[in-house]
């Protein structure tokens, strides 16, 4: 069995966030970065796939050079092998023209049955390249996926357990298959010490937008040309406004009695 696990390098969500005021921009230079927090419940379950019906990992990740880190974490995790998509071209992209990028890369890489996602990246928090690189695929998109039920390489299929909004959904599919997941599906492992040794030695090979074009992709549709949607701008949200009130009383009694009078004056009570 053949599982790839698509990837993403954001920045750190416990850095703090720099805008450009004047030009309206996300200043990333410099940020410290780590590997999409959804991602690595995917790369998990892509490996205890793995360990259950054999086969091999493949991550996969679109981005920088500095990427590169992020695929030597899914490799110190387990993984089998990593690619990076990384050119000039691919800049600018949104989620659609991202999914458009992935799915040349899936095609190039060959014969696969799952393509593991997370289900959504912590900075663009679209939840799109998922069903979208299953619709560039041409293969069913199971969402939102918080347990396998089943699973059957043989037999080309797969029973998952769908986490929505007020309820539980129960969904069969045919292989291949996408499949973003949830926190709640396992819990992902540590990378080890020799994990960690080994990652550090392993080549990822980097693809161009010259070598997914070799394979029959059309640059039309990588970066910002192919991206449907455009960032007009971003900045600080305006401050909130508030204040404190200190509730005076000579006892505590006298402080709750105080509070409860004033909650009901403001109809909170």
Request: glycine share 8%; hydrophobic share 45%.
């Amino acid at each position: 069995m053949h599982a790839i696990v698509c990837i993403k390098q954001v920045p750190d969500t416990e850095a703090p966030v720099k805008v450009d005021t004047a030009r309206g921009e996300l200043l990333l230079a410099g940020m410290p970065t780590m590997v999409n927090v959804f991602d690595e419940y995917a790369i998990e379950e892509a490996l205890l796939a793995r360990e259950k019906f054999g086969g091999k990992v493949t991550a996969l990740s679109m981005g920088p050079a500095e990427a590169t880190e992020a695929l030597k974490k899914a490799l110190a995790m387990g993984v089998d092998e990593a690619i990076l998509l990384s050119d000039p071209q691919f800049e600018g992209a949104d989620a659609w023209s991202t999914a458009y990028t992935l799915a040349q890369a899936i095609r190039k890489i060959g014969d696969f049955d799952l393509v593991f996602f997370g289900k959504q990246s912590t900075d663009g928090t679209t939840g799109l390249v998922a069903p979208a690189v299953a619709r560039f695929l041409g293969i069913p998109a199971l969402t939102f996926v918080f347990k396998v039920r089943s699973l059957d390489p043989v037999g080309r299929k797969i029973v998952v357990e769908r986490l929505l909004e007020g309820r539980r959904e129960v969904v069969e599919s045919s292989l291949p298959a996408a499949v973003s997941v949830v926190k709640d599906i396992n819990q992902p492992r540590y990378p080890t010490l020799l994990g960690i040794r080994k990652a550090s030695k392993m080549p990822v090979p980097v693809w161009t937008a010259a070598d997914l074009v070799a394979a029959g992709a059309n640059p039309a549709g990588f970066g910002l040309q192919g991206s449907p949607s455009r960032v007009l701008r971003v900045e600080y949200p305006p401050a909130r406004a508030g204040k404190v009130e200190l509730i005076g009383g000579a006892t505590p009694e006298e402080q709750a009695a105080a509070l409860a009078d004033r909650l009901l004056g403001l109809k909170i009570l």
